[in-house]
């Protein structure tokens, strides 16, 4: 995948190695300590995932809007919610709900074995799956549906990470994630939203607050 982007990079002065340099170093200033996904962050052109007129926003950290009322979320949320998935060890299936235009998932895919990803805006999808496939990102099946719903077909999974809030903890994702399991999830109404690390253990769940953030609602239906 790197020599691909690396080749889309070239002659763009505000993808240059510095520019991303630059916003990986601030988001280790604010806390992210995993290589992998620092790198991964240098990597990534989060410039293709936006409108060309927000282009020359890209590499600030602050979400951007995408359209059909959905955000490209935080470079430091990003970073945050990778780290605190893949804490416990490499993942083989990662379940991610709201694939929106796909940042997310090419910050996380060469990071993990498979990723099952669902989105309820079929438009938003359809550019996703082109803008993955032009940067070489295969390990990744798409599903138009219902994000409360999960993917139940190929449950359970090593991890969960969801880009839009719920109220409460959906149960169809508590009960597709694995024992042994994380899923990292915003929860809360607008204004008091709270990411979630939810651990499964052999008899229980485990919830820890990971902080503040803010996202669009996690919405039923397809």
Request: glycine share 10%.
């Amino acid at each position: 995948m790197a020599g691909h982007v690396n080749g889309i990079r070239q002659g763009i002065g505000m993808t240059s190695a510095r520019t991303r340099e630059r916003l990986a170093r601030r988001l280790a200033d604010q806390g992210i300590r995993s290589r992998d996904v620092l790198e991964q962050i240098r990597n990534v052109p989060r410039h293709l995932f936006v409108d060309e007129a927000l282009a020359s926003r890209a590499y600030e950290d602050t979400a951007l809007p995408i359209g059909h009322g959905q955000t490209i979320s935080q470079p430091y949320v990003v970073a945050r919610m990778t780290e605190a998935l893949l804490d416990g060890g490499r993942l083989d299936s990662v379940l991610e709900i709201g694939t929106g235009c796909g940042y997310q998932t090419a910050v996380l895919a060469p990071l993990v074995k498979r990723i099952y990803s669902v989105e309820r805006i079929p438009e938003l999808l359809r550019r996703t799956r082109q803008r993955l496939r032009d940067l070489d990102i295969y390990n990744v099946q798409f599903r138009p549906g219902d994000g409360w719903r999960g993917w139940p077909k190929y449950a359970p999974y090593d991890g969960i990470i969801v880009a839009a809030a719920a109220d409460e903890v959906p149960q169809k994702l508590l009960e597709q994630l694995a024992v042994g399991g994380r899923m990292v999830i915003p929860v809360g109404p607008p204004g008091r939203q709270e990411l979630l690390l939810v651990s499964r253990l052999s008899d229980r769940y485990e919830e820890v607050s990971l902080g503040a953030v803010s996202f669009v609602p996690l919405v039923p239906g397809t």
